[in-house]
């Protein structure tokens, strides 16, 4: 009696590697968008606007050592020659017209930063913007802190709401660019968007200075970013 020969048994073929066309982010999943975008999306209830980051880090290295002192070191010439650093950093990226990061996002007419979620006041975010000449002339401030109720990776249009002063009517149509200085999952920078955009306005995109990973892990050098899953 003949027997069938053993056919060896493949596992499935990873999809491969792209980049998420929202945030960039590197994505294996079945779907074109990364987890931590199609989250924020349905929980606002709307597609994202473009976010782009100029560096990428992880908890602990140089990166994330200035985005942290020049908002929170004691001493304050270590905050202010982070800032320095910072300004330089983000004038010195955005410049090419040609090559820069921020050549994926339309011109803007206004720049304004997403408030902080514990400082009371104007982000610390201002300081950056306003380092740099070209991006300080277009900065007004149109957002504070709403009731909503935001967080990691938890958006929600009622996050932020226009700052006293603010006239919807002179925000229909017009051109803005949604800054700040770190995300992780684009929950708090969308939200901003979110809210602008809910009030009239046309969201040219978001730009970061920082987008942080989690720590490297793996088996033979692979790495896994636990900070938006597949």
Do not use: N
Not at 28 to 50: D, E, I
Not at 110 to 132: K, N, Y
């Amino acid at each position: 009696m003949r027997t069938c020969p053993t056919v060896a048994s493949h596992p499935p073929v990873a999809p491969p590697p792209r980049p998420c066309p929202v945030c960039g982010r590197t994505t294996r999943g079945t779907t074109p968008v990364c987890y931590c975008c199609r989250t924020v999306s349905g929980q606002l209830g709307l597609p994202l606007v473009p976010l782009v980051a100029l560096a990428e880090y992880r908890i602990g290295d140089r990166t994330h050592r200035r985005l942290r002192a020049y908002k929170d070191a004691a001493v304050a010439e270590v905050r202010d020659r982070s800032r320095s650093e910072l300004v330089t950093e983000l004038a010195a990226r955005c410049a090419d017209p040609v090559a820069g990061p921020a050549t994926r996002l339309r011109p803007w007419v206004v720049v304004t930063t997403v408030p902080s979620s514990c400082r009371p006041g104007g982000a610390p975010a201002e300081g950056l913007v306003d380092g740099v000449p070209w991006l300080s002339r277009d900065h007004l401030r149109l957002l504070i802190r709403g009731g909503g109720d935001g967080g990691h990776l938890r958006a929600g249009r009622d996050v932020f709401d226009l700052a006293p002063g603010v006239d919807r009517a002179g925000l229909a149509g017009l051109a803005v660019l949604v800054f700040d200085d770190t995300t992780t999952t684009g929950a708090a920078v969308q939200s901003a968007a979110a809210a602008l955009r809910l009030a009239g306005a046309h969201v040219v995109g978001a730009l970061v200075m920082g987008r942080a990973l989690a720590p490297a892990t793996g088996v033979g050098g692979a790495v896994r970013s636990a900070s938006c899953r597949p």
